[in-house]
């Protein structure tokens, strides 16, 4: 029972995340510099003069991160509990 749930939160996660990718980042690019402050030392990011996009940029990266992770404990849980209530029909 474990597998199925697994596997329909997989086939389902694709699309959640996909929307929220689109809701927090224009594009494609945006993603990658989000992720290339995120690896930048804010020190450096202060002598370019870019400090404030790197704090920004980490935030959105980390927020992406966080609400996904969200998802994924919700959509477990829901997936779980109709599962559990088609077994108890069964």
């Known amino acids: 029972m ?34 290339r402050y995120s690896f930048t030392p804010d020190i450096i990011s202060l002598f370019r003069k870019e400090y404030w996009k790197d704090q920004f940029g980490e935030f959105k990266l980390g927020f992406f991160i966080l609400i996904c992770v969200i998802v994924t404990i919700v959509e477990y849980g829901i997936v779980n509990g109709i599962i559990q209530q088609i077994m108890k029909l069964i």
């Open 2 to 35: 474990g597998l199925v749930i697994i596997a329909l939160i997989i086939i389902n996660i694709f699309t959640v995340y996909k929307f929220i990718f689109k809701f927090i980042f224009t594009d494609f690019d945006d993603f990658n510099e989000s992720l």
